[in-house]
């Protein structure tokens, strides 16, 4: 296939500096929790971006100096840490394109637990979280020590291959913002107080860098415009225009977004693509340097508008390209239909919060490219003469078939409903989780071209027409159903529940069925379900109560950054939220809750009771089948197998990865130890 000519104007190559990027495609920096801790794993993710197209790939923060310490990240601390980070410049560069690394000093975010240094801030604050540490104010030696921290960083970064060196005032976890923000920047000298001397430290670290790589680097800066706190932060009319008006021809490159994280990184449930564009609109009108800016953008028409209308010069990219590496190489070939669209649910980022190895719930092999030997585009032809049935086309079941379809196997797809998707059918037509349809879109669209799938709706399965279907191996992936007893995490057991009590679960509100009110919703599941039921009941015009063992409701979604946006819109729906209460009874017309710390109890009245507690497996078809070994073997039946929640409850993305698990491991020989790649720590030679 060829490419669209309107999108010809996204593969022009823009100069940076000394170096020149091949295309407009910019991969920003973004955490993956493999680092430092699995350097080789770290560097070939990277080095995949930039065979998919990316033209410049670059790391998550890299720490400079002992004072900055994260457990999960990498770091330019002294010079042993070259050899790690020029892993990654070899594999990207090995594609064709320049490798970029973000050098960062976090101020008062840096706890220091291990280095035990001594946090260090524009002006004296605790640090960020609820560590009972402080960070002193730096003194001018101080910012001498990190000004000639940062060079030798740059310089180190230069050694180990890169070819952009960005300094990093792009989000609160920066010095060089903090120093920016009136917030954190009270100082009296010349670094604080006007915005010019604000900005002092920024304007000395661009000019240290440069004088420090020379032509070998292009000089980059990540900034916020805006920390979308009102006057307290940072404010595009500001420091934002402000500080562009004053260095905005410093660097080679302005990489701009807002503020903090979790703004930076809004969920597809609170916005839509391109919503930071209302404050990065107006960048270029202060700089001739070359822009890149973020969005969640998958769709190659919204690039072009962006670039045609003069908002952007370059097309950022962090989690986009984590649900599809090859997202700039389909455009150019002519193949956007394949493109797996990014749905912004943020499990990748609650995979770098829990210090987990980075996972999509779009492109199961993010992070297995060298663990496991995944490529996101490249999967072994089949080696066995197997024919597989799939029963379940959920995102289990639709990943497993069209991973097999594409490895060659000859697959039946049964799904008992009259439409794919299974779980995500339905929770797509939740309040704001719409974006989560793609999970489904992607896998039908490639359905259709795998003439060896075949696919039947409608069609339930039991194990004598498992037997009949002639397949010599079998996966059950047919999911989940939520508990409507009451077990779940707080209660081991089920609770009590009176005769006559309107008891309901997600699958009752998914399925549409009618609720009397006023509703308490019992959330002792903690992640996204909790809530988004109580939006949906309150949309119906019901009175809600939340109630929820945990401290605040979807208490899990402080991972994904979205728990105070989840608190906040609940609120403002007039749902009355009773945090660390556990259900105890419920009766007829009302349900009794408990304190979980004091045990005092109260009666809520409610008409109407959604318990989000637990699910469990639905595997009934599994067990009939496995006990009836014999007439396995008689049909030809080799092997059974459950995947996804069919074998354990978990997120979509488990269950995407376990569906994709089980194409790819299929007539594979695995070793009884770990089935991935692991990196050996080596031991020294004394102690």
């Not at 002992?66 to 990207?92: C, F, H, K, N, S």
């Not at 270029?284 to 800016?293: A, L, M």
């Not at 670039?307 to 997202?327: C, H, T």
């Not at 007539?667 to 031991?683: A, K, N, S």
Request: proline share 5%; glycine share 8%.
């Amino acid at each position: 296939m060829t490419r669209d000519p309107r999108y010809d104007v996204l593969f022009e190559p823009v100069a940076i500096g000394p170096v020149t990027a091949r295309n407009r495609f910019y991969q920003v920096p973004h955490c993956n929790g493999l680092g430092r801790t699995h350097p080789t794993a770290m560097a070939v993710m990277r080095g995949v971006k930039a065979e998919g197209g990316w033209a410049v790939v670059c790391t998550e923060q890299c720490d400079i100096h002992p004072t900055t310490e994260t457990t999960r990240e990498i770091r330019l601390w002294d010079d042993g840490d070259i050899a790690y980070l020029a892993r990654m410049t070899e594999q990207v560069h090995a594609h064709d394109g320049l490798a970029a690394i973000e050098l960062t000093h976090m101020g008062y975010h840096a706890v220091n637990r291990t280095s035990r240094e001594v946090p260090m801030a524009p002006s004296a604050i605790p640090v960020l979280g609820d560590d009972p540490v402080y960070a002193r104010e730096m003194d001018l030696c101080d910012i001498a020590d990190y000004r000639r921290w940062h060079r030798n960083a740059a310089r180190r970064a230069r050694d180990a291959g890169f070819d952009i060196v960005m300094v990093y005032a792009g989000h609160d976890l920066s010095l060089a913002m903090q120093f920016l923000s009136p917030r954190t920047n009270k100082r009296t000298d010349e670094y604080g107080g006007s915005l010019e001397n604000r900005t002092r430290l920024l304007r000395e670290l661009i000019e240290d860098t440069r004088e420090e790589v020379g032509d070998a680097c292009g000089v980059a800066v990540r900034i916020a415009v805006d920390e979308l706190m009102g006057n307290r932060g940072i404010v595009a009319d500001r420091e934002g225009r402000g500080v562009l008006e004053l260095i905005g021809e410093l660097p080679d490159l302005w990489d701009v977004n807002v503020s903090d994280w979790d703004n930076d990184s809004q969920t597809s449930r609170f916005s839509e693509e391109g919503f930071q564009e209302p404050y990065i609109s107006d960048v270029k009108q202060f700089t001739s340097k070359p822009v890149v800016g973020v969005g969640r953008y998958t769709s190659p028409d919204r690039m072009v508008s962006l670039i045609n209308k003069g908002v952007l010069d370059m097309i950022g990219a962090a989690r986009p390209s984590i649900a599809d590496p090859f997202l700039p190489k389909k455009i150019e070939e002519g193949r956007v239909d394949d493109i797996r669209e990014c749905i912004g649910c943020n499990i990748c980022v609650a995979s770098d919060n829990t210090s987990s190895p980075i996972r999509c719930t779009q492109n199961p092999t993010m992070a297995e490219e060298w663990r496991r030997g995944w490529h996101p585009e490249r999967i072994s032809p089949k080696n066995t003469d197997d024919t597989v049935l799939v029963v379940g086309a959920g995102p289990a079941g639709l990943e497993a078939a069209v991973s097999l379809g594409k490895r060659g196997y000859d697959v039946m797809l049964a799904e008992a409903s009259t439409e794919l998707g299974g779980r995500v059918a339905r929770e797509c037509r939740l309040p704001g989780l719409s974006a989560w349809g793609r999970v489904r879109d992607y896998r039908a669209g490639q359905l259709h071209k795998l003439a060896n799938v075949g696919v039947y709706l409608d069609s339930a399965m039991t194990a004598e027409t498992v037997r009949e279907a002639g397949c010599s191996l079998v996966a059950v992936a047919t999911g989940a159903s939520w508990r409507r007893d009451g077990t779940g995490r707080h209660h081991s057991d089920p609770i009590g529940i009176a005769e006559g009590a309107a008891v309901f679960t997600p699958d009752d509100i998914m399925s549409g069925q009618k609720v009397p009110g006023p509703v308490v919703v019992y959330d002792d599941d903690h992640y996204y379900m909790g809530g988004v039921v109580a939006e949906q009941l309150v949309s119906k015009g019901h009175e809600v109560i939340l109630v929820t063992p945990a401290a605040q409701p979807s208490s899990w979604t402080v991972y994904t950054l979205e728990l105070g946006r989840i608190q906040k819109r609940l609120l403002e729906a007039g749902v009355t939220i009773v945090a660390s209460h556990a259900i105890t009874q419920i009766e007829k017309d009302a349900v009794q809750v408990a304190c979980v710390h004091t045990g005092r109890d109260r009666t809520i009245a409610a008409a109407g009771i959604v318990l989000v507690t637990a699910r469990t497996s639905d595997d009934a078809l599994y067990n009939d089948l496995c006990k009836d070994a014999p007439a396995l073997e008689a049909a030809g039946i080799r092997r059974v197998v459950r995947i996804g929640d069919a074998e354990a409850p978990g997120t979509i993305a488990a269950a995407v990865w376990s569906g994709h698990r089980f194409a790819r491991e299929l007539g594979e020989r695995l070793p009884d130890g770990p089935t991935y790649r692991l990196e050996r720590v080596e031991i020294p030679e004394s102690v």
